[in-house]
């Protein structure tokens, strides 16, 4: 059985850092793309960052490029999202999800696995 367990969210101040975990099991983690999401209340779910299998190419949205850095370990089974210089547009609940491989279908991001999600929330 798979499982993706995200950790990390926390209350925290504009301008403050985190770093998110998402641990995997039951999967093959060198094999999949790693992709964080996340998703505000009332808006709809949005792609922040990938990071692939093999070369470790990374993708980042508009909104998080030079401020979110996501990497992986393989040999832990768990990928991080470095999130610095947090921001008021940044709180949601974080997703991580896996895909052996990526399709975007309609600007939609076709994952194999989700985790549940970790809450990041921005307040002074």
């Known amino acids: 059985q798979v499982q993706l367990v995200e950790s990390g969210g926390d209350l925290v101040q504009p301008g403050d850092s985190l770093r998110l975990s998402c641990a995997a099991s039951?999967?093959?983690?060198?094999?999949?793309?790693i992709a964080w999401f996340r998703q505000a209340p009332g808006k709809e779910r949005e792609v922040v960052s990938s990071?692939?299998?093999?070369?470790?190419?990374?993708y980042y949205s508009d909104s998080v490029k030079g401020r979110f850095t996501i990497s992986r370990d393989n040999a832990k089974n768990t990928a991080y999202l470095q999130m610095n210089n947090l921001k008021f547009e940044d709180p949601a609940t974080y997703y991580c999800a896996a895909t052996y491989n990526l399709e975007i279908v309609g600007g939609t991001w076709k994952m194999d696995y989700w985790g549940k999600g970790t809450l990041v929330t921005v307040s002074s």
């Open positions: 039951g999967l093959t983690f060198d094999s999949y793309l």
């Open positions: 990071i692939s299998t093999g070369d470790g190419s990374t």
